[in-house]
């Protein structure tokens, strides 16, 4: 890499700067068909809750211990029977995502969550099935139909408002077209794009996909590749030029020598260094899990502790099991199993409201501690759209609108952007179009063409000096803009200045973030001039042009080695692999659906402005987890050693121990919607 592009430009540095594409290691993207797996496992989840919950209701309705709460009886012959045969149903259906997951996390020697929950129900559930079958005591099974409802409901909230990534890749592999037209001779066959091979001859016709990274061999045209490079304006390619599978065509027809295809495409590239960070990312630990290892911890020495003390004391081995299983199922507290979850649902619709939407917990977490934002320019600091900034008639019988209407009239007959622009701004304003006749192209140099008997041009600076018109100093504007000037017959009549304009509200947005002392940086895949004006106006930290994914990645990393911690804001491909590799990917609406899955959070109004709300949202949220946390395992503090039975007068029984965990988990779901009030 340059060393122009390690180094953000300040505002006294120039230069163009030009880009090469960088070898990464693609990855094959047919192993993504699983993409689908995290929904799955949400309709497993909302299956195994309401299953459990109708089992629950009669092994509630058969407990002695609710009986004796409610003041009701119900007892039959073999009700104990039917009581143990619900519960096992329940343990092993309802219980088996926590099972399993304790397996994982001992292989992994990393027990969090799920090990404190399958300790508590099988701990339960042996000790309950024991008394059914002859030991003194009273069975825990409504401990732990409740414990396993509570838990399947809190891991279904919690996954269906933390939707998995893995989508991101395949909607980067759906912006590859599945067909090439295959030049062989003068026939054109349809093939698989899998199945070109480099050196292949393809057509690719107007407003297609590029199928595959090749070099045009014929013809000329406009390509969109904002998606990919991040340049808002479609790029003009003739014979000899690079295409980038991926983009978009404009309206004439090419024909292209394919050089790559497969892992060796830069789009595939792109799709490695996405998947890439996202799994680096994955391995973020929450707070509930941290505080989850310690209860087990606490859970099993404590438990084995009570057990080992009666025994020494002399009381009967029945009593101290009791003692040790009250123990280790009031450990594991309902309420820690909703504190999370419940804020997470709760910040998630709220900010969902208000134009965020949260599909990273960990990430929004962290957007509290975030230092620096990168912005991408197109579509984030500007409006994406390379459209009419200005306007001006230079000669009184011609009205302003007279002169827009003219130009778009001739224009009309291009398919240049820049006519794009000055025709979608004429139908904006409603303007009629003027008949045009003898229509003609200045190569190079603009257009011509016959309007109600007089000879009209839109031409470029360039012939204004060749023709010796002087340029007028009024049209003279920031350097970000691209002018073209009108002439009638022969005098210069009027001008009209094209740009990718600067958001309105984005300035404010600046502001504001640096009053919370971030730095700001821009990087986009536009040129060197451009970035500067808008580096400029918008007062940056710095800024860096005409760079592509990988390295926009590179800068992203850059940051985080120096210490910052890094928010990306962006909404093309070109944005994906740095969004996922920041700390906090922040996708804009407008942009595709690409970088909306591969970032954590998505502002819907594409408004720079939300970033600021995110961030202070981000500390309320963080700061009601952290509440949460200490009321829902506070109670055990309080609860456990009461269970042991050790301090004499106060020996808590299950009834108590429950009534404990009802009050705890109703303290968290109240304090988990006074969230609202700090979105207000």
Not at 425 to 454: C, D, H, R, S, Y
Request: hydrophobic share 45%; glycine share 8%; proline share 3%.
């Amino acid at each position: 890499m340059k060393a122009d592009k390690k180094q953000p430009h300040h505002h006294d540095e120039a230069g163009d700067d030009k880009h090469s594409h960088h070898e990464h290691h693609g990855s094959d993207h047919d192993k993504h068909s699983h993409h689908d797996h995290h929904a799955m496992m949400i309709r497993d989840f909302k299956k195994r809750f309401w299953v459990s919950l109708v089992l629950t209701v009669p092994i509630l309705a058969l407990s002695e211990m609710i009986q004796q709460w409610f003041g009701f009886e119900l007892a039959f012959q073999g009700d104990k029977y039917i009581l143990f045969g619900l519960s096992t149903l329940l343990f092993f259906y309802g219980g088996w995502p926590f099972l399993k997951g304790l397996a994982e996390e001992i292989k992994d020697r990393n027990p969090g969550m799920m090990t404190l929950i399958a300790v508590a129900i099988t701990v339960a559930y042996a000790y309950s099935s024991a008394v059914v079958f002859g030991l003194e005591g009273m069975d825990f099974f409504w401990e732990l139909a409740t414990l396993i409802l509570v838990m399947l409901l809190g891991h279904w909230i919690e996954m269906k408002s933390v939707m998995g990534a893995s989508r991101s890749l395949e909607l980067l592999v759906k912006m590859m077209p599945a067909e090439a037209h295959l030049l062989d001779g003068e026939q054109i066959k349809e093939v698989k794009v899998s199945d070109l091979k480099k050196g292949d001859l393809i057509l690719v016709k107007a407003s297609e996909k590029i199928p595959a990274d090749g070099t045009i061999v014929e013809g000329e045209s406009h390509l969109d590749e904002s998606m990919i490079s991040g340049e808002s304006k479609p790029v003009s390619k003739s014979k000899g030029d690079e295409v980038i599978g991926g983009a978009v065509n404009g309206n004439h027809s090419l024909k292209v020598k394919v050089e790559k295809t497969g892992e060796e495409s830069y789009l595939n590239k792109v799709i490695g260094l996405v998947e890439e960070a996202q799994k680096a990312k994955s391995k973020t630990q929450n707070l509930a899990n941290v505080a989850a290892r310690w209860l087990t911890f606490i859970a099993l020495g404590a438990g084995t502790l009570t057990l080992l003390v009666w025994i020494s004391l002399g009381k009967p081995w029945d009593f101290a099991l009791e003692r040790m299983v009250t123990v280790m199922v009031i450990s594991c507290p309902h309420a820690l199993g909703l504190a999370i979850p419940l804020v997470v649902a709760i910040s998630t619709s709220v900010s969902a409201g208000k134009g965020l939407l949260i599909r990273n917990r960990t990430a929004f977490e962290n957007s509290r501690k975030i230092t620096a934002l990168v912005f991408d320019k197109t579509g984030t600091l500007t409006e994406g759209n390379f459209g009419v900034s200005r306007f001006e008639s230079l000669t009184d019988d011609l009205t302003e609108d007279e002169l827009l209407a003219h130009t778009a009239s001739l224009e009309q007959e291009s398919e240049h952007p820049i006519a794009m622009g000055i025709v979608k701004k004429a139908k904006e304003k409603e303007l009629e179009f003027q008949p045009v006749k003898k229509f003609e192209a200045l190569t190079g140099k603009g257009i011509q063409g016959e309007m109600n008997g007089e000879k009209w041009k839109v031409v470029s600076p360039g012939y204004l000096e060749e023709n010796d018109i002087s340029i007028p100093e009024k049209s003279q504007g920031n350097e970000a803009e691209t002018i073209v000037f009108v002439i009638r017959d022969k005098d210069l009549v009027g001008f009209v200045a094209l740009s990718d304009k600067i958001r309105e509200d984005s300035l404010p947005a600046i502001n504001l973030l640096r009053e919370k002392g971030m730095k700001m940086f821009m990087a986009t895949g536009d040129n060197e001039k451009t970035a500067k004006a808008v580096s400029d106006e918008l007062k940056l930290d710095g800024y860096y042009s005409g760079v592509l994914p990988d390295e926009k990645v590179d800068i992203v990393k850059k940051l985080q080695k120096e210490g910052y911690f890094v928010a990306m804001t962006g909404d093309g491909v070109n944005d994906a692999p740095a969004l996922a590799q920041a700390d906090v990917g922040i996708a804009v609406g407008s942009g595709t659906d690409v970088a909306a899955e591969t970032a954590d959070i998505i502002l819907v109004n594409s408004s720079p402005k939300d970033i600021a709300k995110l961030i202070l949202f981000g500390r309320a949220t963080y700061q009601k987890m952290i509440q949460n946390l200490i009321w829902a395992t506070g109670y055990n503090a309080v609860a456990l050693p009461l269970a042991t039975g050790f301090i004499p007068g106060l020996v808590i029984s299950p009834a108590i121990g429950a009534v404990f965990m009802s009050l705890s988990t109703i303290i968290v779901a109240a304090n988990a919607q006074l969230l609202k009030r700090s979105m207000n």
